[in-house]
C-alpha cells in the first residue's frame, strides 16, 4: 500500500486547513487509517484514527472539538478537517493505515502545517 498526504501549508491561527490521505495497492485489506504529527523535537503523536468497518474514530484531547478525521469515498480515501487552528499545531502531519490480520503499518511522506500567529 502505497499512501500520499496532500493539503498541508502555511496559515495564521485560527484558520482551517484541509489534509487528504489517498492508499493505492491493497486497499481491500485496510482495517484502519489515522493522521500522526510530529513537531520539531518531539516524538509522532496520534491526532486522529478511524477504524474502517465500525466508523469509530478516535482523538488526541488536543485536538478534540477542532479537527474531524472522515471519509467520504473509496476504502483508503481519509480526510482531516482542522479548524481553529493554533500555533502548537504546526508540525509534519503523516498519514498512517493498518493492514491485514497483524494491522500491519503504512506512512505516507508527511505534509507540512505550519501555524502562525
Known amino acids: 500500500v502505497q499512501l500520499v498526504e496532500s493539503g498541508g501549508g502555511l496559515v495564521q491561527a485560527g484558520s482551517s486547513l484541509r489534509l487528504s490521505c489517498a492508499a493505492s495497492?491493497?486497499?481491500?485489506?485496510?482495517?484502519?487509517m489515522g493522521w500522526y504529527r510530529q513537531a520539531p523535537g518531539k516524538q509522532r503523536e496520534l491526532v486522529a484514527r478511524?477504524?474502517?468497518?465500525?466508523?469509530?474514530?478516535n482523538y488526541a484531547d488536543s485536538v478534540k472539538g477542532r479537527f474531524t478525521i472522515f471519509s467520504d469515498g473509496p476504502k483508503g480515501t481519509v480526510y482531516l478537517q482542522m479548524n481553529t487552528l493554533k500555533q502548537e499545531d504546526t508540525a509534519v502531519y503523516y498519514c498512517?493505515?493498518?493492514?491485514?490480520?497483524?494491522?500491519?503499518?503504512?506512512w505516507g511522506q508527511g505534509t507540512q502545517v505550519t501555524v502562525s500567529s
Open positions: 498512517n493505515a493498518e493492514l491485514g490480520a497483524g494491522n500491519w503499518l503504512y
Open positions: 478511524m477504524t474502517w468497518d465500525s466508523g469509530m474514530t
Open positions: 495497492g491493497s486497499t481491500y485489506s485496510i482495517n484502519a
